[in-house]
Every structure is written in structure tokens, then in C-alpha cells.
């Protein structure tokens, strides 16, 4: 079965501490996205990347970090810097064709809890 | 810049009953649009999309229609069912599939028996 993987599920970590999130996919896409979900809001864009050592900052990049070096795993790490990093964590991904009918899938996302 | 804008939630329907949620767009180009589902504790899925204005999207009885004279891609169903109950999110990219996605607050939509 093709798609994209988080994991844990559910993470718990104390303040002060990193903690990497990770993302597979086997959907042999070249673009890869994290986002973060709070309550009542929309996804805000963290980071993504559209070739393998390669990466830009989205919206919220501020204590948040990324690596690319393989093309099917993009994880994330939610350093100590993140004043609020408690949320739900999408990865996505997307082929690059350059066809504007290509979509973005969604791995079933990681909750992480800071304690 | 660009921005998605939906109707407030949450929106609470009986069976059968008819759904609309509104979405407008503010984009610096003509954008793809898209609605994704989520369901509780999960991710997102794509529901429908479209690409250029007067498409209509439609996707297990959902439907959308990209109106750019509006900027809006109303999502709407005839007969909503109690595994309806989810949240909906209205989204925008301008170029081609590399490109960024801009999303809405997203529509709790609950659907009682």
C-alpha cells in the first residue's frame, strides 16, 4: 500500500527537551510538507521541501528544524526554542509533475503533548 | 497576499438535511481549489478539487464549483449522514503541483441522527 507514515501517534515530552517527528512516505514524491494544526485554526505551513537536501522555511519555521537527505523521510524536529510547541503535526506530500491537477496527501498525523 | 476564508463553524445538521459551507478566496493569480475532510484524529483527505473557473468538483455526493467572478467554491450536499460528521477544510495553490497550499480555519460539520 502506497501513502505516508507518522509516527508516534501520540508523543509526550517535557519542556526543555527536542523531539523529532517522523515522516515516510513510499509515494515516490519529490515534495514533502510539515504543518501544524491547532484547535479552531486552519494548517499553517512549518517546513517543506522539494528535492532531496533541499528546504525552505513556511510560515512558523521559528523553533522548528528539517532534514532531507532521503527522499522518502522528512522529519522534524521541535527543538526547545518553540515556545508553544503542543499541537497536532501533519506531514504531506506531493509528486511534481507540473500538472495542476497533482495532489497533496496527508500522513494521519502526529499529537504532540508537552508536559 | 493570498487567504482562504470559511464560514464559521460549528455547523450542526440533521440527516438527510442539506449542507453548504462557504469559501471565498483572495489569490494573486487563478488558483487550483480544493476541499479536504478530516475525520476525528486524523489527517487530511482530499474530497474534490478543481482547476480553473466554472469546474465543478464532486466526490461521494459533495460538490463544488470554482465561481471566479465570486472567488468562491461553495462546498455543498444534498443528504448529509451521521459519517459526514468531520472537519472541512477550503484550500488554495497558485501554480502547479510543487507549489504551496493555503487553507482555511477549516467547518465542523456535525451530522445528528
Same mark, same amino acid.
Given at each position: 500500500d502506497g501513502g505516508i507514515t507518522q509516527s508516534p501517534k501520540y508523543l509526550f515530552r517535557k519542556e526543555g527537551q527536542n523531539v523529532t517527528l517522523s515522516c515516510e512516505q513510499n509515494l515516490n514524491h519529490d515534495a514533502m510538507y510539515w504543518y501544524r494544526q491547532d484547535p479552531g485554526q486552519g494548517l499553517r505551513l512549518i517546513y517543506y521541501s522539494q528535492i532531496v537536501n533541499d528546504? &525552505? /522555511?513556511?510560515?512558523? %519555521?521559528?523553533?522548528?528544524?528539517? *532534514?532531507?537527505?532521503?527522499?522518502?523521510?522528512?522529519?522534524? #524536529?521541535?527543538?526547545?526554542? &518553540? /515556545?508553544?510547541?503542543? %499541537?497536532?503535526?501533519?506531514?504531506? *506530500?506531493?509528486?511534481?509533475?507540473?500538472?495542476?491537477?497533482? #495532489?497533496?496527501?496527508?500522513?494521519?498525523?502526529?499529537?504532540?503533548t508537552v508536559l | 497576499g493570498n487567504s482562504v476564508t470559511q464560514m464559521e463553524?460549528?455547523?450542526?445538521?440533521?440527516?438527510?438535511?442539506?449542507?453548504?459551507?462557504?469559501?471565498?478566496?483572495?489569490a494573486t493569480g487563478y488558483p487550483s481549489l480544493f476541499w479536504y475532510v478530516q475525520y476525528p484524529g486524523e489527517g487530511l483527505q482530499l474530497l474534490l478539487k478543481a482547476t480553473k473557473a466554472d469546474d465543478k468538483g464532486s466526490n461521494k455526493g459533495f460538490?463544488?464549483?470554482?465561481?471566479?467572478?465570486?472567488?468562491?467554491?461553495?462546498?455543498?450536499?444534498?443528504?448529509?449522514?451521521?459519517?459526514?460528521?468531520?472537519?472541512y477544510f477550503c484550500a488554495l495553490r497558485l501554480g502547479t503541483s510543487g507549489s504551496r497550499l493555503t487553507f482555511g480555519e477549516g467547518t465542523q460539520l456535525t451530522v445528528n441522527p
Open positions: 528546504f &525552505q /522555511k513556511g510560515d512558523i %519555521a521559528e523553533g522548528y528544524s528539517v *532534514s532531507r537527505e532521503k527522499k522518502e523521510s522528512f522529519p522534524l #524536529t521541535v527543538t526547545s526554542a &518553540q /515556545k508553544n510547541p503542543t %499541537a497536532f503535526y501533519l506531514c504531506a *506530500s506531493n509528486g511534481l509533475s507540473g500538472d495542476i491537477t497533482d #495532489t497533496q496527501y496527508f500522513g494521519p498525523g502526529t499529537r504532540l | 463553524g460549528p455547523v450542526t445538521l440533521s440527516e438527510e438535511a442539506f449542507l453548504t459551507i462557504n469559501c471565498t478566496y483572495t460538490e463544488a464549483t470554482y465561481r471566479k467572478e465570486t472567488t468562491s467554491f461553495h462546498l455543498e450536499k444534498g443528504s448529509v449522514q451521521v459519517s459526514d460528521s468531520a472537519v
